[in-house]
T-cell receptor, first 115, second 108 residues
């Protein structure tokens, strides 16, 4: 069916609030990635799941950021005590597996604005 | 450190002119390199990857390990090629490391 779906498409929140960003990967895709894209920059890696487990979370900037994928499908990126510097487009991607010859398909992104 | 560098923020050409979008990388292992494209109001999508050695929409890119480059080329640009282009490297943990992107503007 559809490609990677991210909700909401836009989110405006006040500084200090908690937000959740959702990603629905392509059905059957076992690998899921979160990236963050600030204005004028390329996407920057945050975290990568293989199935339900986080295989690499080295890109999470600090402990305010957390992501889960409890059933190996939908993933939620959670940001606590948001700061203005968290404003960016958050991108999710999924792929059929990992390793060579696997293509990552991206969602449209969630634009987060912290005011 | 692993890094992808795209030195040009903006590249403007006229329709029919040749195009070369530069990409240099820094990686200690054997790299897997990609070009992604984002058309206006669309999602990021894969354009081509070095291991498939194919031409997509007239674009080609050759991996030059000696110069650590993966420049994207097209002999005759079209207006519909106007977009943001990102060079990316996949490391041995499967994450993509992106450059800062180059905006290609093709004028009629």
């Amino acid at each position: 069916g559809a490609g990677v779906s991210q909700t909401p498409s836009n989110k405006v929140t006040e500084k200090g609030k908690y937000v959740e960003l959702r990603c629905d990967p392509i059905s059957g895709h076992t690998a899921l990635y979160w990236y963050r894209q600030s204005l004028g920059q390329g996407p920057e890696f945050l975290i990568y799941f293989q199935g339900t487990g986080a295989a690499d979370d080295s890109g999470l900037p600090n402990d305010r950021f957390f992501a889960v994928r409890p059933e190996g499908s939908v993933s939620t990126l959670k940001i606590q005590r948001t700061e203005r510097g968290d404003s960016a487009v958050y991108l999710c991607a999924s792929s059929l597996g990992w390793g060579e010859n696997t293509e990552a398909f991206f969602g449209q992104g969630t634009r987060l604005t912290v005011v | 450190a692993q890094r992808v560098t795209q030195p040009e923020k903006l590249l403007s050409v006229f329709k029919g002119a040749p195009v070369e979008l530069k990409c240099n990388y820094s990686y200690s292992g054997s790299p897997e390199l990609f070009w992604y494209v984002q058309y206006s109001r669309q999602r990021l999508q894969l354009l081509l990857r070095h291991i498939s050695r194919e031409s997509i929409k007239g674009f080609t890119a050759d991996l030059n390990k000696g110069e650590t480059s993966f420049h994207l080329k097209k002999p005759f640009a079209q207006e519909e090629d106007s977009a943001m282009y990102y060079c990316a490297l996949k490391d041995n943990t499967d994450k993509l490391i992106f450059g800062t992107g180059t905006r290609l503007q093709v004028f009629p």
